[in-house]
């Protein structure tokens, strides 16, 4: 785990690293022949808004399951407040501060809106094993703190009267804003977006829009989407991928004109 | 007997109960204890009263027919955590319920034996040491692969005692004494009920005892932090990953539980059958338990007791109906493992969450029918 000197410091807060927050150097993952990633670097300030963009199979998703140790990649380092991060595993991300939504809604069926935000809280919890057999008021107290901080999100993002339901019996919209609440309550210092906006109509979408752009002052946002409208409002920098590689990297403006860019997409297109 | 396993809104501060007119149920909720602890512990006691109430006005046949059901439920009870909130299945219980009777026929056997309190624990601490084992080679299995490889453990078991038979009895079996009941207990149970303490009878309590400790600990760990987790993971692996869960260790976590529950299971099983031999725990035992708890409900600890209830108490009432209607003694009884499948069928198509989630299903719609629901209202278990 990396060594914490900010530990107890509010999320987002910087102090303790002058450099990126979060940086991937020139990482490379194959899978068989296919060469999903190819040097791809990617810089993530303190508070900053990274978007990741590109045609269908760029590599995107793949770019993020590299960073949440879900594929190891076959070349390349990440560097995590300014410490190399080596042999990640998935289950240390919410540990370090890292919080990632999954393409689609990736929310547990069986477990009520509440339920599923209170496992996003899940690093939060403190009592053992032990206390929950005996059912122990240490137990007891940890559920109401997990189950407070869960109705908080839940509050913020409008969807507490779903507390109680089910996921499945919820408009897809709802659905994507639970899986949201289910992110943020872990109170990460980056939070990865994958496709947050698939499948909302656009006032949903303008809403996702000013809620991230709200996050910023809390923490730094990496945000694969294919609603450019959307990237483009609220991303400070955008990288831009194509058959795995950047093809280019800068401001959203820098990015739009770019010919590279307008390249790929076109290619895409005539596809 | 109601062993709720979710109470994602019945807890203290930050409850979620919806504006609007009370339910029924909230009514009664005012009154239960506010701690976790203190609701669970009241239900056991009112569980306890039932059974004392149920052992001292039965016959001693039924008697028997209650420890014989004590030790399904527990085991089912085990089983139920583990298939359900889970979602591991496993056909080795009934040799994990082998392990149990077997230690137990050990320690009893033993020239010192030691307190019956002692002989459970080490049974039910014995079986999680090989459901630590099992369960982790389970935990990177899935589905048939899963089935596979518990089903080998059930078969290898057995086998086991056939291979040791001079310390296990081979397939005569082990003979098991059974404890005798202590005078403060035969004394107490005379001052309530004015009744003479019988062999059998001490027998059921033994079990019961043991049922309700186990059914208290369970719902605990269901009720909170512990049964999410295992939902969570049951549910979707990566995104409990992500939530900084693991689910390898998790899984091993809901096995071992289980495990340590079939053993207390067989620890019961040896003493009211005062035998532990490989014929009791053929993988018919495995079949019959996932039976129960497919019938009952997975995952509700209410159905586990219920299904075991239907394991005990079905084939003697389907071969009486055989008998009635002129079949032979034989045939009749080859009736009742149709029975089973039949029902097992049924249940699968008709009422796929079996007794206990298509009566919480009824209540739901009697409730949303009556009273409107607010806002917030149930919307759970209609997916
Ligand atoms: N586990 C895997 N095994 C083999 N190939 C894979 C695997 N995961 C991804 N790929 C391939 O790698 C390439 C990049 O896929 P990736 O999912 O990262 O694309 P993406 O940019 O997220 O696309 P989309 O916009 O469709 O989500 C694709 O060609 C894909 O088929
Ligand atoms: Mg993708």
Sequence with gaps: ???????????????????????????????????????????????????????????????????????????GTLHWRGEPVRGLRPHRLAQMGIARTLQGVGLFRGLTVLENVMVGADRHHRAGFTSALLA????????RALRERAHAVLTELGTETYADRLPGSLPYPVQKRVALARALVAEPQMLLLDEPASGLGADDMAELGTRIRGLRDRMAVVLVEHHMDLVMTVCDRITVLDFGRVVAEGTPDQVRDDPAVIDAYLGEEAA | MAVPVRNSESDEAGRSVPPGRPRPLDVVRRWLPRSTFGRHALLVLVGAVAVVLVLETTSPFRNSQFATLSYYAIAAAGLTVLTGLNGQISLGHGALMAVGAYTTGLLLGSAGPPPLILVLVVAAAVTAVVGVVVGAAASRLHGPYLAGATLAFAIAVPGLAIYFDGVLGGEQGMQIDSPRAPAWFADAIYFLSANEMSGAKYLAYIGWATLLVVLLLLANLAAG???????????????????????????????????????????????????????????????????????????????????????????????????????????????????????????????????????????????????????????????
């Design chain 1, 1 to 75: 785990m990396v060594t914490d000197p900010a530990e107890g410091a509010t999320p987002g807060d910087t102090s303790a690293t002058d450099g990126p927050l979060f940086r991937v150097d020139e990482v490379g993952v194959r899978f068989g022949g296919l060469v999903a990633l190819d040097e791809v670097s990617l810089s993530v300030a303190p508070g900053e808004v990274h978007g990741v963009i590109g045609p269908n199979g760029a590599g995107k998703t793949t770019l993020f399951n590299v960073c949440c140790g879900f594929v190891t990649p076959s070349s």
């Design chain 2, 225 to 383: 932090r512990v049964g999410r987790v295992w939902r969570a993971v049951r549910d979707d692996e990566v995104a409990a990953e992500l939530a900084g869960i693991r689910p390898g260790p998790v899984r091993v976590l809901a096995f071992t539980v289980s495990a340590a529950c079939a053993g207390l299971a067989g620890a019961v099983l040896g003493i009211v059958v005062r035998l532990a031999a490989p014929s009791g725990f053929t993988i018919v035992l495995s079949l019959g338990l996932l039976t129960a708890v497919v019938v009952g409900g997975l995952g509700s600890l209410t159905g586990a007791l219920l299904g075991a209830a239907l394991l005990v108490f079905l084939p003697p009432a389907v071969t009486n109906l055989g008998t009635a209607a002129g079949l032979s003694g034989v045939a009749a009884a080859e009736l009742a493992p149709l029975v089973y499948g039949v029902v097992l069928v049924l249940v699968v198509l008709l009422a796929p969450t079996g007794v206990v989630g298509g009566v919480r299903r009824m209540w739901q719609s009697i409730r949303n029918g009556a009273g409107r629901s607010g806002v917030g209202g149930n919307g759970r278990e209609r997916s």
């Design chain 1, 136 to 143: 122990l008021r240490r137990s007891d107290r940890d559920e």
